[in-house]
């Protein structure tokens, strides 16, 4: 079974700060990762993903994340913290199962709050 | 451009009551189709997902059934709400060929059941 944590419920950051948001996974075989958003009563927003290739992967809004193999860590950043950045950050995976169509397992969610 | 709507946005309803829920994505064709509730604005649990027209695959038996009656609509349905039934309910759907591994989410509907 496949599974994700983000070990933080809560991350406050200053504004202009760095952040940085951690999820790490269990998958057996090749992951597939991703980060959404949420803001308040609103649907998942599509942010970025890791398929293969390049570890670090640039998404939308100025985020990055860096995919680590041997730590099994996804853990989502951004240069330069907005308070628009304030909301709620899901990480989640799925294994690569050759085109199928399997769900993506969650982790609960990390509050990000940006402070002005 | 793919859109995909969910409606109601709210709804409150009595124990006991039916209840369905409508999901269409507009911009494509044969997409995968999910249903997912969220609790207590925290982690999703995914409840159905659909890779065709009346091909249901159930996640966690529950008193709640989908269906898919047309290639692009996707329906969740109760006979009988209970009270652990609230919460926000999302419908997400993937292509049908080429990426299908990033899903899309639709904006949610709030179920309160009294």
């Known amino acids: 079974a496949q599974s994700v944590a983000q070990p933080e419920d809560q991350v406050n950051v200053a504004e202009g700060n760095p952040l940085t948001v951690k999820c790490t996974y269990s998958?057996?075989?090749?992951?597939?990762l991703f980060w959404y958003v949420q803001y308040p009563n609103r649907g998942l927003q599509f942010l970025l993903k890791y398929i293969t290739g390049d570890n670090l992967v640039k998404g939308s809004y100025g985020f990055e994340a860096e995919f680590n193999k041997s730590q099994t860590s996804f853990h989502l950043k951004k240069p330069s913290a907005l308070v628009s950045d304030s909301a709620l950050y899901f990480c989640a995976v799925s294994k690569y199962s050759g085109g199928g169509a399997d769900g993506l397992t969650f982790g609960k969610g990390t509050h990000l709050i940006i402070q002005p | 451009s793919q859109t995909i709507h969910q409606w109601p946005a709210t709804l409150v309803q009595p124990v006991g009551s039916p209840l369905s829920l409508e999901c269409t994505v507009e911009g494509t064709s044969n997409p995968n189709l999910y249903w997912y509730r969220q609790a207590a604005g925290r982690g999703l649990q995914l409840l159905f997902y659909?890779?065709?027209?009346?091909?249901i695959s159930s996640e966690v038996p529950q008193n709640l059934s989908a269906s898919r009656p047309q290639d692009r609509q996707f329906i969740l349905s109760s006979k009988k709400l209970l009270l652990s039934d609230s919460g926000f309910y999302l419908c997400?759907?993937?292509?049908?060929?080429?990426?299908?591994?990033?899903?899309?989410f639709g904006p949610g509907t709030r179920l309160l059941v009294l």
């Open positions: 997400a759907w993937t292509p049908g060929t080429g990426d299908q591994e990033t899903q899309y």
């Open positions: 659909s890779v065709g027209i009346g091909q």
């Open positions: 998958v057996s075989g090749n992951p597939y």
